[in-house]
């Protein structure tokens, strides 16, 4: 701590930051990163889910398409035909729900799993 008599002290007492030394600083903000970093690629695979259901949605919606002259005509195998289809479809883009939901907390997960990890090296159990 500085002298009482140095002008400079009065700075010192008014840190905030100055208990702070700067390897502490720097092992927190490389923690911080990596938690950022298994957000973003937590993020980045609900993205990619988010599109992979919206790809496969808008192709059921082209078939179904497809499949509207038939059911107008009335023919007798198309309603079950297209129920069956639409059925198949819900299952898939569930399935992919499923598999995205399961990847970005997987990246969540393991991150919680290596800052557990940090935090019993550093109390040295």
């Known amino acids: 701590m ?11 007492a008014c840190d905030p930051f ?3 030394r700067p390897a502490e600083a720097e092992a927190a903000l490389a923690w911080h990163k990596k938690n950022f970093e298994a957000l973003a690629g937590a993020g980045q695979a609900a993205f990619e889910g988010w599109q992979a259901i919206a790809r496969r949605q808008a192709e059921a919606a ?4 497809g499949d509207a002259p038939l059911l107008l005509a009335g023919s007798p195998d198309a309603a079950p035909a297209a129920a ?11 399935g992919v729900a499923r598999r995205t939901r399961a990847a970005a907390f997987g990246v969540l997960r393991r ?5 557990v990890d940090e935090i019993r090296d550093l109390s040295g159990a």
């Open 111 to 115: 991150r919680m799993a290596e800052g």
């Open 18 to 20: 100055a208990w702070i």
């Open 84 to 94: 069956a289809r639409a059925a198949a479809e819900m299952a898939e883009v569930a």
């Open 62 to 65: 082209w078939a179904s398409i």
């Open 2 to 12: 500085a002298d009482r008599g140095d002008p400079s002290s009065v700075f010192d």
